[in-house]
């Protein structure tokens, strides 16, 4: 589910509702990065920081809904039970928030020449502490530096851009479904 088609902005917190209240998979966020030192340049990924805390965000969770669990599961409706779940389901939602940002800045390295790929960092991104599901913002280059500017007007470029995310999003898939034995 796009949030947005069009160049119109969107809330953070808008766009974090839109996720949850669709019960994506993932969280997806792709954004052009600058900076004032023109000469930066690269493709980055970020994910929620530890320094984040998950419980903060389960309690906070908890006041709001419900974690997707079987019918019954939660029949007292206790918060604390449902805190101790969004805990459990956060601290597992991190972890697979760096594996998919790993997987992404893999394709992007073995599918895009000349690219230099910076990595994954933490962050403490609202669009990433928001989501109940893992969550990355993707940074695609530095529209600030010149020779990546000009990628990223092409449309051909953005294409492939997309596409790489999009194998790197797959892969992340597929390892997650050979890790349960599927």
Same mark, same amino acid.
């Given at each position: 589910?796009?949030?947005?088609?069009?160049?119109?902005?969107?809330?953070?917190?808008?766009?974090?509702?839109?996720?949850?209240?669709?019960?994506?998979?993932?969280?997806?966020? #792709?954004?052009?990065?600058?900076? !004032?030192?023109?000469? +930066? %340049? *690269?493709?980055?990924?970020?994910? $929620?920081?530890?320094? =984040?805390?998950?419980?903060?965000?389960?309690?906070?969770?908890?006041?709001?809904?419900?974690?997707?669990?079987?019918?019954?599961?939660?029949?007292?409706?206790?918060?604390?039970?449902?805190?101790?779940?969004?805990?459990?389901?956060?601290?597992?939602?991190?972890?697979?928030?760096?594996?998919?940002?790993?997987?992404?800045?893999?394709?992007?390295?073995?599918?895009?020449?000349?690219?230099?790929? #910076?990595?994954?960092?933490?962050? !403490?991104?609202?669009? +990433? %502490? *928001?989501?109940?599901?893992?969550? $990355?913002?993707?940074? =695609?280059?530095?529209?600030?530096?010149?020779?990546?500017?000009?990628?990223?007007?092409?449309?051909?470029?953005?294409?492939?851009?997309?596409?790489?995310?999009?194998?790197?999003?797959?892969?992340?898939?597929?390892?997650?479904?050979?890790?349960?034995?599927?």
């Amino acid at each position: 589910m796009m949030t947005r088609s069009t160049d119109k902005f969107i809330s953070l917190s808008r766009r974090v509702e839109i996720a949850n209240n669709s019960h994506a998979d993932l969280f997806i966020s #792709i954004h052009a990065n600058a900076n !004032r030192v023109r000469s +930066l %340049k *690269g493709f980055e990924v970020y994910y $929620v920081s530890t320094s =984040v805390s998950d419980l903060t965000r389960a309690i906070e969770a908890a006041g709001e809904a419900a974690p997707d669990v079987e019918q019954g599961a939660m029949a007292n409706n206790s918060t604390n039970l449902k805190a101790i779940l969004w805990d459990m389901i956060y601290t597992d939602s991190r972890a697979q928030s760096l594996k998919l940002g790993r997987s992404i800045c893999g394709s992007v390295a073995d599918n895009l020449e000349n690219s230099r790929v #910076i990595g994954v960092k933490e962050a !403490r991104f609202y669009v +990433l %502490k *928001g989501p109940r599901m893992p969550a $990355v913002l993707i940074e =695609v280059g530095f529209l600030s530096n010149n020779s990546e500017e000009c990628l990223l007007r092409n449309v051909y470029f953005r294409q492939k851009m997309a596409e790489i995310i999009a194998q790197g999003i797959d892969n992340f898939a597929r390892d997650c479904l050979l890790a349960e034995g599927r």
